[in-house]
């Protein structure tokens, strides 16, 4: 058995705003897969240990505009286009390195609230 390597695959994710009534698919390119990573057995104290992760190493922002937003509502969001992926320690800034993320395609707005 032999695990996929970190690498671009296409992926749609869902895109939303609050203000705007319903989120949109878009297709763009994610970097999935996985990394050797190494968990010392002796651990030292005060001494950092990173895993890394399958992340981007150059990405560009895509413009999207939502059709269902309400006058006042910029429509317009932004998400990121992967160009090509390494294995490096998480950056927070542009990439989910959470224990168990959400879905790609999950929606803020699925959710129902109440009151």
């Known amino acids: ?7 671009l695959i296409n992926q749609t994710v869902s895109v939303e705003k609050e203000g705007c009534a319903s989120c949109h698919p878009v297709e763009t390119t994610i970097c999935s897969g996985h990394c050797i990573t190494k968990d010392p057995v002796i651990k030292i104290p005060f001494s950092k240990v990173y895993q890394h992760v399958c992340t981007y190493r150059d990405f560009y922002y895509k413009t999207f505009e939502l059709p269902d937003c309400p006058p006042g509502v910029d429509p317009t969001v932004t998400y990121p286009v992967a160009l090509s992926c390494h294995c490096g320690r998480c950056a927070m800034d542009t990439s989910d390195c959470t224990f168990e993320s959400l879905q790609p395609d999950f929606c803020m707005n699925d959710i129902p609230f109440y009151y």
Request: with cysteine; charged share 0%.
């Open 1 to 7: 058995f032999q695990l996929p390597p970190c690498q």
